[in-house]
Structure formats: structure tokens, C-alpha cells
């Protein structure tokens, strides 16, 4: 076996095992009792209480092979606790398969050896941040909050590591710069403008529908993401959010439902894309997009569609009344 594939497995190992960790983390988290909240000590079968044994907790497999039921008392258990360790795999695997070139600059782990150690403090940074937006994400989807046990360590974790050059990317791209300042300012920049631009709908929000648009959780999670991703990915993340929160809630609409789904998870999933596929959206956006427009007559009946869907969007993520966080 290549040293490549070795590296890859591993990778994708440890995202599965941190994928178990963070369904630890959002099941625990929220609750109130200091005990319950704790993450230490083994796990416990929601429903009976009784512990569990290593092998019923191997992430994907143990559910898999006990068709999604607790050995202890036959209780179900959710399909979201695989789809996580495997989603969390899957992304960690990414991170050094297919390494987001902006953070990365072109390190090459296919012979994963020789990518410098820069490189792989870079990686570990990237996944600490997944596990972070994950965890905080699926937190959110349960309770309508964005905690600030972890989009507050978050933003000094995203800071902290802006003393690397390599993740947030280089905000002047100067030589005459000392690399490490300059990667520390696009971090805080991207701090800035990512709480910065959430701020601004929240107060737009507030002020246009006279009701909570967005909470203050919100501002922290995509200042946190901006710290770690720099401020053209905080506002990209914005961006395909609202897309995405715009296609999701026309969806629902459509069939009735009201998609009450909160803000976080659409922001996780705009800061992945952000991340991974930054360039050919932007290629997309910038270069596809105005040429097509120019040349089609379509292309205002399509712009006003969009314009409705994003008004949709809004429509949905003011309706939920989300706490502020
Ligand atoms: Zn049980």
C-alpha cells in the first residue's frame, strides 16, 4: 500500500471516530444538569441508561450491524448518529484528499511525507474547524442555539491559528509582510467581516420585519467561521446559505410543511462548500453567470425566479424566531 492510501484511510478513520465524538457532543451538550452535560465517562443508552460496550460504539459499523437498535433494549436508534460519523469521515478524508487549495497552497498529499509541516498544521487547524461547525451545527438543528461553549473557543481557535500562514489565506500577499502578520490580519478580518455581515441582517432584519431574523449565535458562528476561512469564504458561506436556505424552504413550502429548520446548519453546509469548492463557485458566479446572462434572453425571468426564491428564504428564516443564542 502507498503511503497516499495509508494516510487517506487514516483520515478518514479519524473523522469517523470524531464524527461518534461529536453525537457525544451535541446530544450532551445542551442539557442543563452539569452532569449530563459532561463528556467525560463512557456512553450510556439513551433510553435504558445502560452502558454501552466498545464494539456496539464503532462509528457506522456498530449501527449497521445492530440494524440501527440498541443491543441493550432493542430501543431504535436514529439513523442521523451514522449519517454523521460517516458525513465526518468523509470530510476529513477531503481535507487531505483533495487539500482546499487557497488554505493549502498547492501541498501535495499524495506523497503526504513531503508536504511540510505547515501543510499538515493546516490540516489538523481544517479539521478542528469541521468538528466545530459540525458540533455546533447539529446543536442548532436540535435546539434552535448556536452555544457559545463552541463558537467562542471557535473564534480564539480560528485566530490562534491565523499565526499559520496557510489557512485563512494572506490578506496583503506582500513579500515586504511578514507571512505569519499577514495571515493573522486575514483572519481577524475574516472575523470581522463574517460576525460583521450576519450583524447587519439581524439589524436590517429587526428593523424591515420587526421580528428576530437571525440571532446573535448566528454573528458568532460566521465570525468564527471568517477567522478560520478568511472574509471573501465568510461572506461565500453567506451566500450559499441563503441559496441553499432559499432552495430548501421553497421546497417546503411547496410541500406544505414549514421548513422550520434554524440558520446554523445552512451556514455549516455554505462554509464546507466554501471551503472545498471555492473556486470553481466563484468561476461560476463571476465568469459563467454574467456571460450567460448577456447572451440569453431568459435570463431576467430566471434573475426574478431567484430574487423570489431568496424573498422565500428570508420569509423562512424569519418565521422560526430563533432565540438570540
Ligand atoms: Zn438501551
Same mark, same amino acid.
Given at each position: +500500500?502507498?503511503?497516499?492510501?495509508?494516510?487517506? @484511510?487514516?483520515?478518514?478513520?479519524?473523522?469517523?471516530?470524531?464524527?461518534?465524538? =461529536?453525537?457525544?457532543?451535541?446530544?450532551?451538550?445542551?442539557?442543563?444538569?452539569?452532569? $449530563?452535560?459532561? /463528556? #467525560?465517562?463512557?456512553?450510556?443508552?439513551?433510553?435504558?441508561?445502560?452502558?454501552?460496550?466498545?464494539?456496539?460504539?464503532?462509528?457506522?459499523?456498530? %449501527?449497521?450491524?445492530?440494524?440501527?437498535?440498541?443491543?441493550?433494549?432493542?430501543?431504535?436508534?436514529?439513523?442521523?448518529?451514522?449519517?454523521?460519523?460517516?458525513?465526518?469521515?468523509?470530510?476529513?478524508?477531503?481535507?487531505?484528499?483533495?487539500?482546499?487549495?487557497?488554505?493549502?497552497?498547492?501541498?501535495?498529499?499524495?506523497?503526504?511525507?513531503?508536504?511540510?509541516?505547515?501543510?499538515?498544521?493546516?490540516?489538523?487547524?481544517? &479539521?478542528?474547524?469541521?468538528?466545530?461547525?459540525?458540533?455546533?451545527?447539529?446543536?442548532? =438543528?436540535?435546539? !434552535?442555539?448556536?452555544?457559545?461553549?463552541?463558537?467562542?473557543?471557535?473564534?480564539?481557535?480560528?485566530?490562534?491559528?491565523?499565526? %499559520?500562514?496557510?489557512?485563512?489565506?494572506?490578506?496583503? *500577499?506582500?513579500?515586504?509582510?511578514?507571512?505569519?502578520?499577514?495571515?493573522?490580519?486575514?483572519?481577524? /478580518?475574516?472575523? /470581522?467581516?463574517?460576525?460583521?455581515?450576519? &450583524?447587519?441582517?439581524?439589524?436590517? *432584519?429587526?428593523?424591515?420585519?420587526?421580528?428576530? @431574523?437571525?440571532?446573535? *449565535?448566528?454573528?458568532? !458562528?460566521?465570525? +468564527?467561521?471568517?477567522?478560520? =476561512?478568511? %472574509?471573501?469564504?465568510?461572506?461565500?458561506?453567506?451566500?450559499?446559505?441563503?441559496?441553499?436556505?432559499?432552495?430548501? *424552504?421553497?421546497?417546503?413550502?411547496?410541500? #406544505?410543511?414549514?421548513? $422550520?429548520?434554524?440558520?446554523?446548519? !445552512?451556514?455549516?453546509?455554505?462554509? /464546507?462548500?466554501? +471551503?472545498?469548492?471555492?473556486?470553481?463557485?466563484?468561476?461560476?458566479?463571476?465568469?459563467? %453567470?454574467?456571460?450567460?446572462? $448577456?447572451?440569453?434572453?431568459?435570463?431576467?425571468?430566471?434573475?426574478?425566479?431567484?430574487?423570489?426564491?431568496?424573498?422565500?428564504?428570508?420569509?423562512?428564516?424569519? $418565521?422560526?424566531?430563533?432565540?438570540?443564542?
Amino acid at each position: +500500500m502507498s503511503t497516499a492510501v495509508v494516510v487517506q @484511510a487514516g483520515a478518514a478513520l479519524l473523522g469517523a471516530c470524531v464524527g461518534s465524538f =461529536l453525537n457525544v457532543v451535541a446530544y450532551r451538550l445542551p442539557h442543563e444538569d452539569p452532569a $449530563r452535560r459532561s /463528556l #467525560g465517562g463512557r456512553s450510556r443508552c439513551p433510553r435504558c441508561r445502560q452502558q454501552i460496550a466498545w464494539y456496539d460504539n464503532l462509528p457506522v459499523l456498530g %449501527w449497521l450491524l445492530r440494524g440501527g437498535r440498541a443491543r441493550c433494549c432493542g430501543g431504535r436508534i436514529g439513523i442521523r448518529y451514522p449519517i454523521v460519523e460517516a458525513a465526518t469521515a468523509a470530510l476529513y478524508w477531503s481535507v487531505v484528499a483533495f487539500p482546499p487549495r487557497a488554505h493549502l497552497a498547492g501541498q501535495d498529499f499524495a506523497a503526504p511525507l513531503h508536504a511540510t509541516g505547515t501543510a499538515w498544521a493546516a490540516v489538523l487547524v481544517l &479539521w478542528v474547524f469541521i468538528a466545530l461547525l459540525v458540533a455546533a451545527a447539529l446543536i442548532d =438543528l436540535d435546539t !434552535y442555539l448556536l452555544l457559545d461553549v463552541l463558537t467562542k473557543p471557535g473564534m480564539a481557535i480560528g485566530l490562534a491559528a491565523g499565526l %499559520w500562514p496557510g489557512v485563512a489565506g494572506r490578506l496583503a *500577499g506582500d513579500p515586504s509582510v511578514p507571512p505569519n502578520l499577514d495571515s493573522l490580519l486575514a483572519s481577524v /478580518l475574516g472575523l /470581522l467581516v463574517g460576525g460583521g455581515v450576519v &450583524w447587519l441582517v439581524r439589524v436590517a *432584519g429587526s428593523r424591515v420585519f420587526r421580528k428576530e @431574523a437571525m440571532g446573535f *449565535g448566528d454573528v458568532k !458562528y460566521l465570525a +468564527m467561521i471568517g477567522a478560520f =476561512l478568511g %472574509w471573501q469564504e465568510a461572506l461565500l458561506t453567506l451566500f450559499l446559505a441563503c441559496i441553499c436556505g432559499a432552495a430548501l *424552504g421553497a421546497v417546503g413550502l411547496c410541500f #406544505g410543511g414549514s421548513a $422550520r429548520i434554524p440558520f446554523g446548519p !445552512y451556514l455549516a453546509v455554505g462554509a /464546507l462548500a466554501a +471551503m472545498f469548492v471555492r473556486e470553481p463557485t466563484l468561476e461560476f458566479l463571476f465568469v459563467t %453567470w454574467p456571460e450567460w446572462q $448577456r447572451g440569453s434572453s431568459s435570463a431576467p425571468w430566471l434573475l426574478s425566479a431567484a430574487a423570489v426564491l431568496s424573498l422565500l428564504a428570508l420569509f423562512v428564516v424569519i $418565521r422560526k424566531g430563533r432565540r438570540a443564542g
